[in-house]
């Protein structure tokens, strides 16, 4: 009884005793400023949601979707790629729906890995692209994930090198969930090299490829000529339209690994709700003036909290992506590690961020900061962390 090996090599998710501990903070009546999960906290566009409401009324679309999505949704990620990137896409062999990009990440892994074959995924990560992988029975390898792209690069080329056998699958996320680290076009050239060298087959998760900032732009790995022979990339629609709750994102690239997917879904769901579907299909198409708009509330966001952060003493490095801040824990909280001072940060401060061990081992020296507060609680949240660095410095901390 209870024998469930798959459950067994997932352990208890890190996140969970966070919400314990905000609970327990906000039974005593605690205003509690929450930046743990990258949760976008705006509508969305009403172009979009109108979509939704008149699609509803079309009964055709009450019956099941197609597994790998509605052809109509599938041709606007193809003009997508096309006026975003300039790389076509085939829009019935190389791009596929997902219910959210998670979805998709998670059962492609399970589509093409299992018991026997190595995966490299670079450390820290999203959590789904690690476990995704230990759920399908993978053995995972972590790569660190080293502040200059280039050293990382070297770091996998020696890997790839030495390692027997060789990994199946590589797993990349730029700009990076936690880390928001962020690359350029050279940087893939160099990956689809290795790729095709040591024969192995590469993931990119591009989630916050329009969240960026101070005039970068985050390349799609399916501009280097020949990465459609080896590569497939993921978006969603989460964090670009505020559409985190709609479960709707796609990936596309190689033909083999989306039909992998396709065929692992065709048994597994029916995809998502055709309206919503054919609302995406309104955000890739219509007005993107609320793009525009998400980006610089993100970057005002980024600056506020950033500019609060240092004022209070902390060291922030600025991204240039992402919603997320990637902040190395103070140094008289260092020897902690992230999860007790996620902690004390969240009962003494009443700010909860998320630790950085929930994204690897070499995340633990530090904590991400989600920007889904408004600024007013942003700066009501930054006064307390501020007072909270003065009470640590001045020894007065009652933890």
């Given amino acids: 009884m209870n024998d469930f090996i798959r459950i067994k090599r997932l352990p208890p998710y890190l996140f969970s005793v966070m919400d314990d501990l905000q609970q327990e903070v906000m039974a005593t009546g605690a205003e509690v400023f929450d930046f743990g999960l990258g949760n976008p906290d705006q509508a969305t566009a009403p172009h979009i949601v109108e979509a939704l409401r008149e699609a509803v009324l079309d009964t055709s679309l009450h019956r099941y979707a197609p597994s790998k999505g509605i052809l109509p949704l599938r041709e606007a990620i193809s003009r997508w790629y096309d006026r975003r990137y300039q790389v076509q896409i085939d829009p019935e062999k190389e791009t596929i729906v997902t219910i959210g990009s998670k979805e998709g990440l998670a059962h492609l892994a399970l589509a093409v890995t299992g018991a026997g074959d190595t995966v490299l995924v670079p450390d820290p990560c999203y959590p789904v692209h690690h476990f995704g992988f230990v759920i399908a029975d993978a053995t995972v390898k972590h790569i660190p994930l080293l502040p200059n792209p280039d050293d990382f690069l070297v770091s996998l080329e020696k890997t790839l090198r030495t390692m027997n056998p060789k990994p199946k699958l590589l797993v990349l996320n730029f700009p990076t969930n936690p880390t928001t680290q962020c690359v350029d076009l050279p940087f893939f050239v160099r990956v689809i090299e290795l790729a095709k060298e040591f024969g192995v087959w590469v993931l990119h998760d591009l989630a916050y490829a329009e969240l960026v900032f101070d005039d970068y732009k985050a390349p799609s790995i399916l501009q280097v000529p020949g990465a459609k022979d080896i590569a497939v990339e993921s978006y969603t629609l989460s964090k670009t339209y505020n559409m985190a709750g709609w479960r709707v994102g796609f990936l596309s690239g190689n033909r083999t690994l989306i039909g992998a997917l396709a065929r692992m879904k065709s048994y597994l769901d029916y995809g998502s709700f055709g309206a919503v579907q054919v609302a995406a299909i309104a955000a890739l198409e219509g007005p993107q003036d609320a793009v525009v708009e998400i980006c610089k509330m993100y970057q ?87 007072q909270f660095m003065q009470r640590a410095a001045s020894g007065t901390l009652r933890s």
């Fill in 300 to 386: 005002h966001r980024r600056d506020v909290m950033c500019a609060g952060l240092q004022a209070a003493g902390w060291e922030v490095e600025i991204p240039k992506a992402s919603m997320f801040l990637w902040l190395k824990i103070p140094k008289p909280f260092q020897q902690m590690g992230s999860l007790k001072f996620a902690q004390l940060l969240l009962r003494e401060a009443h700010v909860r961020v998320s630790p950085g061990i929930g994204f690897g081992e070499c995340g633990d020296g530090y904590i991400r900061i989600s920007l889904v507060e408004d600024e007013p609680r942003m700066l009501r949240a930054l006064e307390n962390i501020k």
